[in-house]
């Protein structure tokens, strides 16, 4: 079962891929994660990716693709959790390609819906473990203890692009850009949409309930 997970910035794309790939099997692919990690270790590709990053804008398509197709490469996973790719109709198509390329194939796309004022709530909030990567919220999620990761004792820190007048950017990117993903996916027979409102736990059961409808 492979499939991609798609929706606006803090719809829980990140939170529920995880809880699912654990479920399933699956590998969690998610381009955020790949370009963070890139800009830890400073790679080329994390050099080239920062300054995008931080101003919540896509980073080109070119690089973006180039950089999925090497993992998909080094990986060789049978099934896949894409999080956070495609993020516009060119990245959809060169997906298409790039999995006849490895031989694997996408069953479903499922649009996780949240409302934009749960949407600021939850990025607003949103903490993550420098060292590990472990994603809370101030809120609904906190470590035990304020500012340290409970999985690897690490530092929780906001991150770079969570700040107010960035995440403004990222909203309207996913509009212009991401949003349009809906209606191709429609055209294409795979598209499903989940609420993403309410319980961690409750939106994950209603994933697995459309992912069983395949
Ligand atoms: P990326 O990391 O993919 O960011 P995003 O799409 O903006 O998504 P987020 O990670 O912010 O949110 P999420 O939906 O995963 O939510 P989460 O589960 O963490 O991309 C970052 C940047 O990289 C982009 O801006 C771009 O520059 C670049 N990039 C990445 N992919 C690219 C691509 N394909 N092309 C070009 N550029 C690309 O949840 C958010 C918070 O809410 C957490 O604190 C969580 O604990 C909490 N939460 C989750 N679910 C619930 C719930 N049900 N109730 C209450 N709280 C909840």
Do not use: W
């Amino acid at each position: 079962m492979s499939f991609v997970l798609f929706g606006p910035p803090g719809a829980g794309k990140g939170t529920q891929s995880v809880m699912l790939a654990k479920h399933l099997g699956a590998l969690h692919i998610s381009t955020g994660d790949l370009f963070r990690a890139a800009i830890k270790n400073q790679t080329p590709l994390g050099q080239q990716a920062k300054a995008f990053l931080d101003r919540g804008e896509l980073v080109p398509d070119g690089i973006t693709i180039g950089m999925l197709k090497e993992h998909f490469q080094t990986t060789k996973t049978k099934s896949f959790i894409l999080d956070g790719f495609p993020r516009n109709v060119a990245q959809a198509e060169a997906l298409k390609t790039l999995l006849l390329e490895v031989g694997l194939k996408m069953d479903q796309a499922v649009f996780l819906e949240v409302d934009q004022a749960q949407l600021i709530e939850r990025l607003t909030g949103r903490r993550v473990c420098k060292n590990c990567g472990e994603v809370y919220h101030v809120r609904t999620r906190p470590s035990q203890k304020e500012g340290v990761c409970d999985k690897c004792g690490g530092s929780v820190v906001q991150r770079n692009d969570d700040r107010s007048e960035v995440i403004e950017n990222r909203l309207v990117t996913y509009e212009k850009s991401t949003a349009p993903l809906r209606d191709y996916y429609r055209e294409s027979g795979c598209y499903f949409e989940v609420n993403g409102m309410g319980e961690m736990s409750e939106i994950f059961q209603r994933i697995l309930k459309i992912l069983s409808k395949k």
